[in-house]
């Protein structure tokens, strides 16, 4: 953990624990509740070009503990471990000569925090911390990897009427491949929003970021969101619409200009949704728009063949089917996805592939979880043909 953070979090520690207040914070303490996280996962893959198929079996575990509120305050600490086993390559040098999966073995702090609500409108937090924004495409915290992304960070909320702001400073990145790829960090996240209306509800953002030991992964973004949703009949219909410009920042050298746009619209009748989407990444031929806080895996398939932006830039179109019916006892859920993505370059319009995504997953009992999972991509020419195959149960306490 970054020093100014241990100092920040000694301080805090020191202030609550004086002598005249020790019962109340005891019970506060007392009163919290434990964390308890187990996901076992079982992962195939084959990729075209590559002699040795890769299989992984990896354990995450996490145990923490949550404190109750004592004048606002809260505090948070949580370890996990990721054990592993089989043949893979676990994207940390050095390679080995199996397909990446990307699942190190790591034991780590991943989340040790402190947070201040003195009211309904106002929530502060220092520490290290899961921050999620929006679907994800700029800050999330690629939660489908078993070590998922927390940040060291200073984040604040704030409410005025229908307006809400949330502006954070990451001073580091504790990224998904374990300590030894993460990211030093000197980076402002600022987002508004204000939903004017069910149907219409616009956002704001600017992502600037500037990384110390990845200068070509910095970047100025600046962009608008728009979502909503209405009725027609039977039919429930939402949409979502995004835009953004990007620029050089911080240690990137580089010149550049780049653009993002993204729209979806989907249906639900009774048990199903119909979901299209079009996902735009410009490229100029040397970069293309880069989001190297994006949950990855959600977007541009399950593959995960895409997860640095082509140099001319990538064009997504996509169809799913989503079926979610009444769960047969003694299942408690029921949920499955069907999707087709159809890929090329946004610059000079060349095929980039296709692939097919499928998922089943259910709720066994109250603290149980099962899914299955399957990927399919059809490769091009530089771009490997790969299937991927997981299983996985998880326990929350």
Do not use: C
Request: hydrophobic fraction near 45%; avoid cysteine; charge should be negative.
């Amino acid at each position: 953990m970054a020093d100014w953070l241990k100092g920040v979090l000694m301080l805090a520690a020191a202030g609550l624990a004086q002598p005249a207040a020790a019962q109340s914070l005891g019970e506060a303490v007392a009163a919290g509740k434990p964390i308890l996280e187990v996901r076992w996962r079982g992962e195939a893959v084959a990729q075209q070009g590559l002699a040795n198929d890769a299989q992984a079996l990896t354990l995450r575990t996490r145990l923490g503990w949550e404190t109750g509120d004592w004048h606002g305050l809260k505090a948070l600490v949580e370890v996990e471990n990721v054990s592993a086993g089989g043949h893979y390559n676990d994207g940390v040098p050095p390679a080995e000569p199996y397909p990446v999966i990307g699942d190190p073995e790591v034991t780590e702090l991943n989340r040790a925090q402190l947070s201040w609500t003195p009211d309904a409108n106002t929530a502060v937090t220092v520490g290290r911390q899961r921050i999620v924004l929006d679907d994800q495409r700029f800050v999330g915290n690629s939660g489908w990897r078993q070590d998922e992304l927390t940040v060291d960070a200073v984040r604040g909320d704030f409410k005025v009427g229908k307006l809400a702001v949330t502006g954070a400073w990451i001073g580091h990145i504790n990224r998904v491949f374990a300590e030894d790829l993460d990211w030093d960090s000197d980076s402002w996240l600022a987002r508004a929003s204000y939903p004017v209306s069910d149907l219409f509800t616009p956002a704001a953002f600017v992502y600037a970021l500037d990384f110390d030991n990845a200068p070509a992964s910095s970047g100025l973004t600046s962009g608008v969101r728009v979502t909503g949703k209405t009725a027609a009949g039977p039919v429930a219909l939402s949409y979502a619409a995004s835009y953004a410009h990007q620029t050089p920042y911080g240690a990137n050298p580089g010149e550049f200009g780049l653009d993002y746009a993204a729209a979806e619209l989907a249906g639900t009748y009774k048990a199903v949704t119909l979901r299209g989407a079009y996902e735009q990444l410009e490229g100029d031929g040397v970069r293309g728009f880069a989001t190297p806080l994006a949950t990855l895996h959600a977007f541009q398939g399950w593959a995960d063949v895409f997860l640095t932006t082509q140099a001319d830039g990538i064009e997504d179109r996509n169809l799913s089917l989503v079926f979610k019916p009444k769960a047969p006892a003694p299942l408690k859920s029921l949920e499955a996805t069907i999707r087709r993505h159809e890929f090329e370059t946004e610059r000079t319009g060349l095929p980039l592939g296709s692939e097919w995504d499928l998922l089943v997953s259910a709720g066994l009992t109250k603290n149980f979880s099962a899914v299955a999972k399957f990927a399919d991509y059809e490769g091009v020419p530089g771009l490997a043909s790969r299937t991927k195959l997981w299983f996985g149960i998880e326990f929350k306490l």
